[in-house]
């Protein structure tokens, strides 16, 4: 009664059989996810253009604006990063890990000169409702700059140590 032992949860393939089905899906993520990362990146970069450093109120709404086209560039990540996790594709995992943490440590910085140019751009509100719709803006602003930076810490980091374990 000898017989090969069964692994649990292997599946092996001849080269140029057909993918599985999860196997399958999850590229399609991983696809997407590299698509969404893309276009939210042109979509974000783009507007910067031309570079204006030293204008405050530049500055000021460029991050505004950086902050307000995050929940794509987020999606496309943690498509990517699940779909290298699920997959077990070591090198890409530790590569969007890497781009993660690259994400919080360049918001970081972006979020911390937003709030140097806060008392600035608030002394040039001519009313109190311009200063209200400031205030608005700036309280949404700082959840986001607090938040997506946490975010994509953790991804990297948890990734990170995902891809040294496996």
């Excluded at 000898?2 to 059989?17: D, E, M, Y």
């Excluded at 560039?73 to 990063?81: A, D």
């Excluded at 040039?124 to 938040?147: H, N, P, W, Y």
């Amino acid at each position: 009664m000898s017989s090969s032992p069964l692994l649990v949860g292997t599946t092996i393939r001849a080269p140029g059989a057909p993918r599985t089905a999860p196997e399958a899906a999850w590229g399609l993520l991983g696809a997407a996810g590299l698509t969404f990362t893309v276009v939210a990146l042109t979509d974000l970069l783009l507007p910067l253009l031309p570079l204006r450093l030293g204008d405050g109120r530049w500055e000021f709404d460029a991050v505004t604006a950086v902050l307000e086209g995050m929940p794509l560039l987020l999606v496309g990540l943690v498509l990517g990063y699940a779909s290298a996790y699920a997959r077990e594709r070591i090198g890409r995992l530790r590569l969007w890990s890497v781009f993660a943490l690259m994400l919080a440590a360049i918001l970081t910085v972006v979020f911390t000169a937003y709030l140097l140019r806060v008392p600035s751009v608030l002394a040039t509100a001519d009313s109190s409702a311009v200063r209200l719709e400031f205030a608005k803006g700036m309280i949404k602003t700082a959840c986001q700059g607090i938040a997506y930076p946490i975010v994509f810490c953790w991804l990297g980091i948890r990734g990170w140590i995902q891809a040294g374990q496996t």
